[in-house]
């Protein structure tokens, strides 16, 4: 792991600002934030994109578009967008909606609509290959999107095209909107499916900064989706496992709870 990136100090500074923004603007999704910040916290760290957004770039495709508020962090992070563009997130007339769309400056696709990253990244990176190109498509998936066709149907494409620069990491957190993912489609066993469609499938804890990094870097001759067991609401335990904070906003009380809990965190 690269001992120069503070991976949990990072994290941990994302959280907090994407708990002020969620809270400021009255608005969902903490706890499907937060479960992936760790995921994303390496993703925007390994990936090589920089504010020029140079046409040989790797690409981020964020299919689980509904943590645009930690996609942004990240983005303005990296000085691809203004970081005082932040302080419009989901206020009225403000391109930073509670979704992830293209309007947006480094981000490739729309999120949000199950089903339609991993369409996206497939092409993303058989044009990479087609034209030469080096780098990485990676693509954030919810678990909920393991129920849409169009996850089977680009992850055959993917393996028939042996699309090795495409790595596909899974927010295995076991809730989705209207509850237990087994209780609404069981997907299990996950890692045997994605075998089965000619991927390699890495299984690895997703708060756990060196496995994420290695499911990453390590190359493989296949596409390769990683299966990320995640908490959802991670960080904050009042919020952790609790599929509540799917919709819910932080009341103030709530909101100062949890600051506190992420600050005493380092």
């Not at 769309?101 to 490739?108: C, K, L, M, S």
């Not at 990485?136 to 129920?147: A, H, N, Q, R, W």
């Not at 089965?196 to 060196?210: K, T």
């Not at 009042?238 to 509540?244: I, L, R, T, V, Y």
Request: aromatic share 10%.
């Amino acid at each position: 792991m690269d001992n120069s990136v503070n991976y949990k100090k990072n994290a941990n500074e994302a959280r907090k600002a994407v708990l002020r923004l969620i809270y400021e603007a009255q608005v969902s999704h903490v706890g499907s934030n937060f479960s992936a910040i760790d995921v994303l916290t390496v993703i925007y760290s390994i990936a090589n994109i920089d504010k020029d957004l140079k046409e040989d770039r790797d690409r981020i495709v964020v299919s689980k578009g509904w943590v645009a508020a930690a996609v942004y962090y990240f983005l303005a992070e990296k000085g691809i967008i203004p970081k005082e563009d932040l302080e419009t997130y989901c206020k009225e007339g403000s391109n930073y909606i509670g979704l992830v769309e293209p309007n947006v400056r480094g981000i490739e696709a729309a999120g949000g609509s199950m089903g339609f990253g991993l369409p996206f990244g497939v092409g993303f990176a058989l044009a990479k290959k087609l034209k030469k190109e080096k780098g990485k498509v990676f693509i954030l998936m919810s678990d909920g999107e393991m129920d849409c066709g169009t996850t089977w149907e680009s992850a055959l494409l993917g393996a028939h095209h042996k699309l090795d620069n495409l790595f596909v990491v899974i927010d295995r957190n076991g809730l989705q909107a209207m509850g237990k993912i087994e209780e609404i489609l069981d997907i299990e066993p996950l890692k045997d499916k994605w075998e089965a469609f000619g991927w390699e499938v890495r299984e690895i804890d997703g708060h756990n900064f060196e496995e994420i990094e290695k499911s990453l870097a390590s190359p493989s001759e296949k596409p390769v989706a990683v299966v990320a067991k995640t908490i959802k609401g991670k960080g904050v335990s009042f919020m952790e496992g609790e599929n509540m904070w799917h919709y819910k906003a932080p009341s103030e009380e709530e909101y100062q709870r949890a600051l506190k809990e992420l600050e005493s965190n380092g």
